[in-house]
C-alpha cells in the first residue's frame, strides 16, 4: 500500500489550496480514505473522509463548508479542496486509508466511530504528509 502526497504549500488567509493523494498497491474501490492532519505537539486530527464505493464523504466541523474531499477512480486518487484558509489550518496534512472497515464504522456516531477514535479504530496505512501553512 502506498499513499502520496502532494499540493500542500503556502497560502494567505483567505487563499486555498488543493491536495492529492495517489493510492497505490490496493482495489481503489469500496474503501475509506481520509485526511488527517497534525500540528507538532497536538494529536492528529481528522479533516475529511470518503467511502469510494458510494462517494459518501465525511467532514469534522472545523472544515465543514470549507473542504471538499472527493475520489477519481480512474486515477486513484482522493483530493482535499480547501477555501477560506486561516491560520487555524496550518498542519502537516496527511492521506491516511482503511482497506476493511468502512467510513461509517470508523467515524459515524452511529457506529460508534468519531474522527477523535478513528484512527484507533483503523487508518492503518499513511502517506507521507504535506505541509499546509496559511499566514
Known amino acids: 500500500v502506498q499513499l502520496v502526497e502532494s499540493g500542500g504549500g503556502s497560502v494567505q488567509a483567505g487563499g486555498s489550496l488543493r491536495l492529492s493523494c495517489a493510492a497505490s498497491?490496493?482495489?481503489?474501490?469500496?474503501?475509506?480514505l481520509g485526511w488527517f492532519r497534525q500540528v507538532p505537539g497536538k494529536e492528529r486530527e481528522g479533516v475529511a473522509a470518503i467511502y469510494t464505493e458510494f462517494l459518501n464523504t465525511f467532514y469534522a466541523d472545523s472544515v465543514k463548508g470549507r473542504f471538499t474531499i472527493s475520489a477519481d477512480s480512474a486515477k486513484n486518487t482522493v483530493t482535499l479542496q480547501m477555501n477560506s484558509l486561516n491560520p487555524g489550518d496550518t498542519a502537516m496534512y496527511y492521506c491516511?486509508?482503511?482497506?476493511?472497515?468502512?467510513?461509517?464504522?470508523?467515524?459515524?456516531?452511529?457506529?460508534?466511530?468519531?474522527?477523535?477514535?478513528?484512527?484507533?479504530?483503523?487508518?492503518?496505512?499513511w502517506g507521507q504528509g504535506t505541509q499546509v501553512t496559511v499566514s
Open positions: 498497491g490496493f482495489t481503489f474501490s469500496r474503501k475509506c
Open positions: 491516511a486509508a482503511d482497506l476493511a472497515k468502512t467510513c461509517h464504522y470508523l467515524i459515524e456516531r452511529t457506529y460508534g466511530g468519531s474522527w477523535s477514535s478513528a484512527t484507533k479504530r483503523g487508518f492503518p496505512h
